[in-house]
């Protein structure tokens, strides 16, 4: 297929991946990014004389990656050191309590019982073999399969599985009644609805069977040396080995059409690229709203601003703590958490009381601090970053209401003001058009929801699909999926 050009426009997770598939199969590849490294959203902020990762902090799934570098003939971690957290995250309530959850189930159900009592233990251990069965049953029927209507789905698990997984696969009620059926303790049941804004949505109305993140984080948590932005660097370095012709600052303007088939790209600077198939790697609310010309907008549905998914202010930040003992992964709740998602998705605001993420990025697994630390606190936010500017003084009251938070749980921090830099949904909307500032694409709400994202394919022949608003979803490795997802339906097409 050496004479067979594919353009992948973007070089995130699901770009590289579709990309190296796509060579390694023969394809010429060109990959085409705007941005001045790759990655999407595994990047950096440069704060003072330090990097800081100011996107994803976290690896599950690590056998995806492993297969992907395995099959174009290179090996994971020949090329990157993974570290294995031994937590997987620090939780704290601002009305007392702190717990920490671990990779070891029966060590998690301990301290769970010490936490609360032995029913929440036992909620727990009933929990986590139910969040297994659902993984089990969706992980080859569902994720790593092409995009399944319901009726197609059920064919799936009922070929491969007892028919009771569909019973424990069933998506109602929403998470946050399906987990008041494992955990008296309400805080309990917040910290497992935290699940839900891994995919940009409300525990309030996302499936139930979002529950299986429980069972992919305690397979493990694996922290990249120097960074998530590493994985993005060795992916890139892997394509170009397989010979990718990879453009940095290099911006689409149009998806070129011919005769109702897709014929390549324009850049911004005017230059024509032919070509047999086109992968394109961003929101696709992008082309749904002409930004990659008139001729694409047909390829998928536009999405509303109701239906985005949650965006974040961020602060990438170098300081110091004291007070509370942070692990890398810290959470820190309030105690009314359903109020917090009304509030966004509702009301399209940022809650006064948010919960408030905070990754150490130096503590870990052979973490050091040498007088300061690298921190990244993120709070949720609507996406509204295309009709919502955020003026300094919004930013900076956002910012004084997560570090009250922060220090009602015990922890001060402190920084030069110099030394805290901020990411906003209109920041967010400018790194990823199209999108609102919406960091997941569509919100995962309803029953339904898994099966609205658009597939691989798209309306348009010759113009296929991956990233996180394409099935099977949002996060580093759904992305990397829907990536190698897109790659397999350009060579069952061509082939």
């Known amino acids: 297929m050496t004479d067979r050009h594919a353009v992948v426009i973007g070089a995130g997770a699901g770009g590289l991946a579709a990309g190296i598939d796509l060579a390694r199969s023969g394809f010429r590849v060109t990959i085409l990014e705007r941005a001045a490294s790759p990655g999407g959203k595994m990047h950096t902020r440069a704060v003072d004389d330090r990097e800081i990762d100011g996107g994803p902090t976290v690896l599950t799934m690590r056998s995806i990656f492993e297969n992907l570098f395995a099959d174009a003939g290179a090996s994971l971690t020949d090329r990157l050191t993974l570290l294995e957290s031994p937590i997987i995250a620090r939780h704290a309530w601002s009305d007392g ?33 139910q969040s297994a069965r659902i993984h089990q049953t969706l992980s080859e029927t569902f994720m790593n399969a092409s995009k399944p209507d319901p009726v197609t789905l059920v064919g799936r698990v009922l070929r491969q599985h007892h028919p009771s997984s569909l019973m424990a696969a069933r998506p109602a009620p929403n998470l946050w009644r399906a987990l008041g059926g494992f955990f008296p303790d309400e805080r309990l049941q917040q910290l497992f609805a935290r699940y839900a804004t891994y995919v940009g949505s ?35 370095a892997l394509g170009q ?121 130096d503590r870990g697994p052979n973490g050091s601090l040498n007088g300061s630390e690298r921190m990244l606190m993120l709070v949720n936010a609507p996406a509204d970053g295309d009709r919502q500017v955020w003026a300094e003084d919004d930013v900076a009251r956002t910012r004084d209401n997560a570090m009250a938070v922060l220090d009602r749980c015990g922890l001060n921090l402190s920084f030069r003001e110099s030394d805290c830099v901020s990411t906003t949904p209109t920041d967010w909307h400018g790194r990823f058009p199209g999108s609102g500032g919406s960091l997941y694409g569509g919100a995962s709400h309803g029953i339904w929801s898994s099966f609205t994202r658009p597939g691989a394919r798209s309306r348009l022949k010759g113009l296929y699909l991956s990233g996180g608003s394409v099935h099977p979803g949002p996060g580093v490795p759904m992305a990397t999926l829907s990536g190698r997802l897109a790659a397999r339906a350009v060579l069952l097409d061509i082939g």
């Not at 309590?97 to 727990?124: H, K, T, V, W």
């Not at 499936?207 to 305690?218: C, K, Q, R, S």
């Not at 509370?324 to 958490?337: A, G, Q, R, T």
């Open 97 to 129: 309590g702190l717990l920490d959850l671990y990779p070891d189930p029966e060590r998690s159900r301990q301290n769970i019982e010490n936490f609360a009592d032995r029913a929440n233990g036992i909620g727990f251990e009933r929990f986590y073999s």
């Open 241 to 361: 080995e397989l010979g990718i012709d990879l453009h940095l600052d290099t911006h689409v303007s149009e998806i070129l059409v011919k005769g109702g088939k897709t014929a390549g790209v324009r850049l911004e600077d005017g230059t024509s690229l032919p070509a047999d198939v086109v992968v394109f790697n961003g929101d696709t609310n992008a082309l749904a709203t002409g930004q990659l010309g008139r001729e694409a907008m047909r390829a998928v549905k536009p999405r509303s601003v109701q239906n985005r998914a949650l965006s974040a202010l961020t602060w990438c930040i170098k300081g110091s703590s004291s007070g509370f003992e942070l692990d890398h992964h810290n959470v820190f709740f309030e105690s009314d958490y359903p109020s917090e998602f009304n509030t966004i998705f509702e009301e399209r605001n940022v809650p006064t009381k948010p919960t408030v993420y905070l990754c150490a990025q």
């Open 202 to 236: 409300s525990p309030l109305s996302t499936p139930a069977t979002l529950m299986l993140i429980a069972h992919v984080e305690l397979e493990g948590v694996w922290l990249v040396e120097g960074g998530m932005h590493r994985l993005a660097s060795a992916m890139a």
